[in-house]
């Protein structure tokens, strides 16, 4: 194996894992500037997955190669969906934000198979036809050495993902929307003496977590899994949301972190073909992850580095 | 708007939840054209009609005892131990290695040895998480759910790596332990219907009276819960925080440790691979929540899990519902409890007691009744604060 190839297969199986991570944790810096710490990620991204299987199944006869894409639509909008119980509970009902994160982990696998074995009567979907592959980039392949390395045989969602990073980073730091939903996620009192509806912005957060985090899910599902059961989604949003951590609750930090933790993870499936890394046990690729997550909390963030009233209700007074 | 005493209120809370909860299951059980009497009677029949369901129920109860009354403790120290499976797990490992590596010890060595193991075992991830918010304020929720995957992706290395193949049979299971390290009781098992009951129920009925005695009656628990509601204050009272933080945390751990090793020494005998966070840890959780985190609600709570989830598996033989349903009616049970802010509309705390002031309205206070505040007038009277 040469260089290049070693690298094409390093960074592409990188980006196929980082995918579903960078999605989902987009979701997570927005739904957390905002003021709602969301742990719910997992479970919302099992919604997606789940969702997005079905959509697959049942369609991928009549729209062929856009079947991924419209089935991660769909999972998207059912994230959303299942994400207003979240907002629901935690902006109006002043729940406990862990507690009704932990609600939505609970209650999503569990649907899932539920649903599942209500439409195909085993626990388990059969495996999808069409997922979203490898693709070449038009043009930006043909560069020599770069378009063979990034561009080749690449993961198509994984672009996409590092595109609307950019984009929710300019939202969030650069537009009037994005100042507004930081301002609710900093100090909501002062932000609705100024006039801003910090409910609204809160849903607008908590949903955009779960349009983001169901689109992670079903990236996972018809990308990596192939099918759904309960073993699909695990540990995909608690990695997600460790990645807003460890990105500083930034959308570029949390791209960046989601890489990172999408290499880790792909070292251990991909590392038995690395030369050097054979000889490592795989667990320690298999920890690296959350053993890193928990040093750089310790060693690199303070304790006042998080969004000042993420996970505290706000009340309106009368 | 309801008018209740403060003290049924309580009890409305989680009777209402599970009510609910039951409630949501049926109607997705409808949807899906399931009859949901059909079902509901199937599970309860199922988990205390015969002596064999009994006994199953009770055995499924007795770790979620374990995890709950982990989970209360940190509670109380104000933290969120999202941790439990993790800590579960690794008393669960611990247990059936000591057992399984000391298969000649006498029993009353080897058990207490096996079980204090397996608490440490938990102690030590949970220790890991107070002490890194101790000492470096991170953020509890964070580390042990990151701790829960390290535990389970150590555990599977540890077992099928390092684990003495002698021990185990093929990768993924180790060998069924020894008559002598075992929580098994051959009369208790005959009891009920041949079922896996174990002594681990007797642990966990003694777990819960440590946790009320602990958290009533010492300094320790009274320092735990003094530092969970008010951090600032019990500093300036000369409670230290970062040893009770530590403290709470060890306990928590050790407890749902022991959880584990009921597991391992009593229901299953042996350890196999998992492949994700392991139940008990979760539905501890649920428990705990459920039951206020007071000692007889953990109780109430976990057998009324452990009816749902033995009467699911029957559920779902008898009445063909998948079994899945149980876990949703659990999450929405917890849902309900989470939104305990719609109870605050729905039920108005009765004023029992009124304050009356000696003094009539209107009345000035002299300036020597005042001691040395200025003269105010009273201008109601009110309920005591």
Not at chain 1, 37 to 55: D, K, P, R, Y
Not at chain 2, 171 to 178: G, L, Q, S, V
Not at chain 2, 324 to 341: D, G, L, P
Request: charged share 10%; net charge positive.
């Amino acid at each position: 194996m040469n260089l290049t190839s070693l690298l094409a297969l390093i960074v592409s199986s990188t980006l196929v894992y980082s995918a579903p991570l960078i999605l989902a944790s987009l979701g997570g810096v927005y739904s957390e500037n905002s003021g709602v710490v969301n742990i719910g990620l997992e479970g919302i991204m099992t919604v997606g997955a789940f969702t997005s299987i079905i959509f697959n199944l049942t369609f991928a006869q009549d729209f062929g190669a856009a079947t991924p894409w419209l089935g991660a639509l769909v999972g998207a909008i059912f994230g959303l969906i299942f994400s207003l119980l979240h907002a629901f509970a935690t902006i109006n009902l002043h729940a406990d934000h862990i507690i009704s994160g932990t609600v939505l982990n609970l209650l999503a696998p569990p649907l899932g198979v539920f649903l599942i074995k209500a439409i195909y009567e085993k626990g388990q979907t059969p495996n999808i036809t069409a997922n979203f592959g490898y693709t070449n980039i038009p043009g930006l392949a043909d560069i020599p050495v770069i378009g063979k390395i990034f561009f080749t045989n690449t993961s198509a969602p994984a672009w996409l993902a590092i595109i609307i990073t950019v984009l929710l980073w300019w939202i969030l730091y650069k537009t009037r929307i994005g100042l507004r939903l930081r301002s609710t996620g900093e100090n909501p009192q002062a932000a609705d003496t100024l006039g801003v509806n910090v409910y609204k912005m809160r849903y607008i957060g908590v949903l955009t977590s779960g349009f983001m985090a169901g689109l992670g899910g079903a990236v996972f599902a018809q990308s990596i899994s192939g099918n759904f059961s309960i073993s699909t989604i695990v540990g995909q949003g608690f990695m997600a949301l460790a990645a807003v951590i460890f990105g500083k609750w930034n959308p570029i930090g949390a791209m960046l972190s989601s890489l990172f933790f999408g290499f880790a993870q792909s070292l251990s499936i991909i590392g038995n073909q690395l030369p050097g890394f054979e000889k490592i046990p795989t667990v320690y690729m298999q920890i690296a992850p959350y053993v890193i997550t928990i040093v750089v909390l310790v060693v690199f963030l303070g304790k006042s580095v998080a969004p000042a009233a993420a996970g505290v209700n706000y009340i309106k007074s009368k | 708007m309801i008018k209740v005493s403060a003290k049924t209120k309580r009890y409305l809370v989680p009777i209402i939840s599970v009510i609910a909860g039951f409630l949501i299951g049926a109607i997705i059980m409808l949807i899906w054209s399931y009859n949901p009497i059909t079902a509901y009677s199937s599970m309860f029949a199922s988990a205390l009609g015969n002596m064999n369901g009994l006994g199953e129920t009770i055995r499924e109860a007795t770790p979620l005892i374990f995890t709950a009354v982990g989970f209360a403790i940190a509670s109380k120290a104000g933290f969120f131990n999202i941790g439990l499976p993790g800590q579960a797990q690794a008393g669960w490992l611990t247990s059936v290695w000591i057992v399984l590596a000391n298969p000649t010890l006498p029993k009353y060595i080897l058990l207490p040895l096996a079980i204090l193991a397996g608490a440490l075992a938990g102690a030590i991830v949970a220790g890991i998480a107070g002490f890194l918010r101790a000492y470096f304020g991170t953020n509890e929720v964070i580390t042990t759910i990151m701790l829960n995957y390290i535990v389970l992706y150590l555990c599977q290395y540890l077992m099928q790596q390092v684990m003495p193949e002698s021990l185990r049979n093929g990768a993924d299971t180790t060998k069924d332990i020894p008559a002598n390290g075992s929580l098994h009781l051959d009369w208790l098992s005959h009891l009920f219907g041949d079922s896996r009951i174990n002594a681990g129920i007797f642990l966990g009925v003694g777990a819960i009276l440590i946790y009320w005695f602990l958290m009533k009656k010492t300094t320790v628990g009274f320092e735990i819960k003094a530092v969970g509601l008010n951090p600032f204050a019990s500093r300036y009272a000369g409670i230290s925080a970062k040893k009770n933080i530590i403290l709470s945390m060890l306990l928590s751990g050790g407890f749902a440790g022991i959880g584990g090793v009921v597991q391992g020494l009593g229901t299953y005998q042996n350890y196999f691979t998992q492949t994700s966070s392991i139940n008990i840890g979760w539905d501890g959780l649920s428990v705990a929540l459920l039951g206020n985190s007071t000692a007889i609600g953990i109780l109430i709570a976990s057998l009324l899990f452990s009816i749902l989830k033995i009467g699911g598996l029957g559920m779902q033989t008898v009445a063909g519902v998948p079994y899945e349903i149980v876990s949703i009616v659990i999450a929405a049970i917890i849902f309900f409890i989470a939104i305990k802010y719609v109870f605050d509309l729905l039920f108005a705390v009765k004023k029992t007691a009124s304050y009356k002031h000696p003094l009539k309205k209107g009345t000035e206070i002299g300036p020597n009744n005042g001691v040395d505040g200025p003269n105010i007038k009273l201008q109601k009277e009110g309920p005591v604060l």
